[in-house]
């Protein structure tokens, strides 16, 4: 019978060891910061083929007509 009930708490051990691997596990780990940082580079809108005049009448088109934006940030993907 104490065999019996060892084997038991062995399982139990193994089981509970095991739920607590796997909770850990499936939670992903905390986002790094994205945010813009020193290392990130900058250039004018000219400088990666882009007409700053466009912009800058979308900017004045969103000023004139209350828009609710609050941000505005062009990026260009595979800069180099």
Not at 65 to 74: E, K, L, S
Request: proline share 5%; aromatic share 12%.
């Amino acid at each position: 019978m104490k065999l019996l009930q060892k084997k038991k708490d062995i399982t139990l051990h193994i089981l509970t060891i095991f739920i607590i691997l796997v909770f850990f596990y499936s939670h992903p780990a905390a986002a790094a910061n994205i945010y813009p940082s020193a290392g990130w580079h900058t250039s004018t809108p000219e400088e990666q083929g882009m007409n700053s005049k466009i912009i800058a009448d979308m900017l004045e088109w969103i000023h004139v007509n209350n828009r609710d934006v609050h941000d505005f940030m062009p990026f260009i993907e595979d800069c180099k």
